[in-house]
């Protein structure tokens, strides 16, 4: 079904200087979606237009791509990166590992009655412990001692981080909670617009001419770190790792070449190829790390569409998905979504936005 955005939708406010209250909305509970859905291609899909918005179901994406484009998916792989320990004293501590940085030592945030300093331990199932070594901002550089490594025994010991809105346990669903194309280890929070693909669906892509290439962003925790001050320029992004490999590059090279159009499938996969890209819409290929922050006013360099999911009131996502299809455009699509009970968040339905 079609419905006409307001005519504000086409308006764009280039002289606006928003703030943290414009991303704002009221959002009834029972839209945030506590389980994925039946099947990983079964959810909604809203195709917003700049003079249109469509509800579709996920299926008929590959009918709204040509062939010729390039739809670009992030391949990072959520690992099991929460655990429970306990302190000397007895205390209990949760761990959320944000980053290994080698077999014995990452960073992580803790939580706990009496945050451990400089030097304190923590011991973890398994024969596991760890020591504080240094506090940097809002996380802990730990070293760890009793396993081979740390990254193998958090596969077997740690568990999935859902997102703190999602209130049930992972238990089956811990492998939902992945993109079926995870390859590389070492995210904390998934690509959620990617949890819609299934093999069927891949294939419909490639049917139709669709080029499919990857890159790594490593999601971090911070993903869902609130912006605490209304004025945005005081904001500070986290900082994740990414990788651009040389074969994306060169499928992007080709996708201008013909004519195509570049689909970020994510709004990871979407910072990490602005943080490479170029003033001629190419990327620069390797490893890197990025604190990209894009707000409306942003000028976009490589994607022509995105697909993502609905994301948090006052977030940076929301910030980002506005910068990219137009602030007035996505508050009328989300007026909607609302208004037609689409469902919201990491297990919720998509929308598909064009720049």
Do not use: C
């Amino acid at each position: 079904m079609a419905v006409q955005p307001p005519a504000a939708a086409s308006r764009p406010k280039h002289d606006r200087v928003y703030t943290l209250s414009d991303f704002d909305y009221t959002l009834p509970p029972e839209l945030v979606a506590q389980h994925p859905a039946a099947t990983r291609s079964a959810s909604r899909l809203l195709e917003v237009r700049s003079d249109a918005l469509v509800d579709r179901t996920f299926v008929d994406l590959p009918s709204l791509l040509a062939p010729g484009d390039l739809a670009v998916f992030n391949d990072t792989r959520v690992i099991r990166a929460r655990v429970h320990g306990t302190k000397p004293s007895g205390g209990r501590v949760e761990m959320l590992v944000e980053r290994v940085l080698a077999d014995d030592e990452a960073l992580v945030q803790l939580r706990a009655s009496h945050l451990p300093r400089p030097g304190g331990l923590v011991e973890f199932d398994a024969g596991l412990a760890g020591e504080v070594v240094e506090r940097r901002d809002r996380l802990f550089h730990m070293r760890f001692r009793g396993a081979r490594s740390l990254q193998e025994w958090l596969e077997q010991h740690g568990e999935i981080p859902l997102p703190p809105y999602i209130t049930q346990p992972a238990g089956n669903d811990a492998e939902r909670y992945q993109t079926v194309y995870a390859k590389h280890a070492g995210a904390v929070a998934a690509p959620t617009a990617g949890f819609h693909f299934d093999a069927t669906t891949l294939e419909a892509l490639a049917h139709r001419g669709v080029e499919r290439a990857f890159v790594t962003l490593h999601v971090g925790a911070g993903t869902f770190q609130p912006v605490g001050s209304e004025d945005l320029s005081q904001h500070r992004m986290h900082s994740e790792r990414f990788d651009i490999p040389t074969a994306t590059a060169q499928a992007i090279d080709r996708t201008r070449a013909r004519g195509g159009r570049v689909l970020a499938v994510g709004t990871t996969s979407l910072r990490a190829l602005e943080s490479a890209a170029r003033y001629d819409g190419t990327v620069d290929a390797g490893a890197s790390e990025t604190s990209l922050f894009i707000t409306p006013g942003y000028r976009f360099r490589v994607a022509d569409l995105l697909l993502t999911n609905f994301h948090l009131p006052r977030s940076t996502l929301l910030m980002l998905v506005s910068a990219f299809a137009g602030y007035d455009t996505i508050r009328a699509a989300y007026a909607h979504a609302i208004r037609e009970r689409y469902r919201f968040f990491s297990y919720g339905d998509a929308m598909l936005l064009r720049r």
